[in-house]
């Protein structure tokens, strides 16, 4: 297959700048699209070229596939980069960039719907002997099926968008009268949300880690790049993510990455994606919860403890070339930690806090790593996600990488709005983050009981 030579980046912010990287190291002319908000990005900065694609809010730019179609074309783009979030699983969007001639850095249009799908995607899993959590089978049709499908399984049950995804989407319900009603309520928000009223109910595993499998696929073959633990969460979004996930032994850890790649292999993916599980620490036991069919936020702290670059390694199979790695080369070593830093003010309810920044300062030295979207002197618009940034460290032991997380923070100065940074700091003042003895709800509960 003919080489990438011009790469459209469909996306924004930090994993904009990501992607940019890793083109121009490949010695492909990367193109920012980007919008009325962003004409002075840190990603518009350093591409190669840029083309505006419309106006500030999302639906009229970085959700607007007949504008990016239109941008890929006037820039003779031979592939376009979707990033994560916005069209990133757009089934339709994948297919239009395919149709014009492009290639997508992402799974095949048909994979994208029958693994976007939660629903869907459960039964996929099943079928390729995945455990997954006791829920329905498949959507609900209506509240009568939702009380009857919780009552089976027992309480408390989420009621989950087939079609969400950034924590977005998900309800819980204690009773027969809460699930009722939540399901009307959720439909209506899943419609409204997604454009999918589309529900299913899972049972709620209380307690439990999320750990996470990237894998890496080219249409024959796959391969995993071991675990992440995510369960450092507040309203089901990630905050904080390691890796490896020290809670797991060896057998657990190999069980539950060749599950992922069994899996993967199923269903011929082309590219980079990661399934994302529960863990019960009590029981040992794990279940498939869903599989993004993209890169994710934190595919960083995987590149540190696994010594590759995933964004290169997913253009390299899309544009149709062998897996560039053999799971038997593929180890890992250390302990890696992401944060999410947020303009968001954690001492006011975690309110966004969009501004200029006047003066950063980021940490340095040994196993820090910045991906970021933000200068001395950038203003942050108030359009998008809140994430500004992501500080990554990486150390020998999990020990040291707590040490060296709170060194870089120390390290790192951001005069200018609000910001999460306080909040790791706390974070790492706490025996149980110190101790991993953590859960995907701890956060709420922490804040519960101060
Ligand atoms: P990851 O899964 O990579 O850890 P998130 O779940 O936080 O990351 O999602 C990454 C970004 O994409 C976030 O900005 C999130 O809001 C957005 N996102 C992910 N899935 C969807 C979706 N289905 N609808 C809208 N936004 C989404
Ligand atoms: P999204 O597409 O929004 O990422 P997920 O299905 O991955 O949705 O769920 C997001 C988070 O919600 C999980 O990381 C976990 O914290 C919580 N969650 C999801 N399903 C369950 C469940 N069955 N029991 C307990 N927590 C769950
Ligand atoms: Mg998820």
Sequence with gaps: MARIERLLVANRGEIAVRVI???????????????????????????????????????????????????????????????????????????????????????AAATISRMGHKAEAIATARSAGVPVVPGSDGLLTDADDAVACARRIGYPVLLKAAAGGGGRGIRIAGSDDEVAQAFAEARQEAEAAFGDAGIYLEKFIARARHIEVQVLGD???????????????????????????????????????????????????VGAGTIEYLYDPDTGEYYFIEMNTRIQVEH??????????????????????????????????GHAIEV???????????????????????????????DSLVYSGYRIPPFYDSMIGKLIVW????????????????????????????????????DDVRNNELHTTWIEQRTETR
């Design 21 to 107: 990287r890793a083109a121009q190291e490949m010695g492909i002319v990367a193109i920012a699209a980007y919008s009325d908000a962003d004409e002075s990005s840190l990603a518009v900065l350093l591409a190669d070229e840029a083309i505006n694609i419309g106006g500030a809010h999302a639906k009229k730019s970085y959700l607007n596939p007949e504008a990016l179609l239109a941008a890929a074309r006037t820039v003779n783009a031979d592939a376009v980069h979707p990033g994560y979030g916005f069209l990133s699983e757009n089934a339709d969007f994948a297919r239009a960039v395919t149709d014009a001639g492009m290639v997508w850095i992402g799974p």
């Design 219 to 269: 249409g024959t073959d796959a391969v995993h790049f071991f675990e992440r633990d995510c369960s450092l969460q507040r309203r089901r979004q990630k905050v904080w993510e390691e890796a490896p996930a020290a809670i797991l032994d060896e057998a657990t850890r190999t069980a539950l990455c060749t599950s992922a790649v069994a899996l993967t292999r199923s269903v011929g993916y």
């Design 300 to 333: 960083p702290i995987t590149e540190e403890i696994c010594g590759v670059d995933l964004i290169r390694a997913m253009i390299t199979v899309c544009q149709g070339d062998p897996l560039p790695y053999r799971q038997d080369r593929i180890h890992r070593r």
């Design 340 to 370: 999410r830093i947020n303009a968001e003010d954690p001492a006011a309810g975690f309110r966004p806090s969009p501004g200029t920044i006047d003066n950063v300062d980021w940490a340095q030295g040994p196993g820090v790593r910045v």
């Design 395 to 430: 150390a020998e032991t999990r020990e040291q990488a707590l040490a060296r997380l709170a060194r870089a923070l120390r390290e790192t100065e951001l005069v200018g709005p609000a910001t999460t940074l306080p909040f790791f700091e706390e974070l790492l003042a706490e």
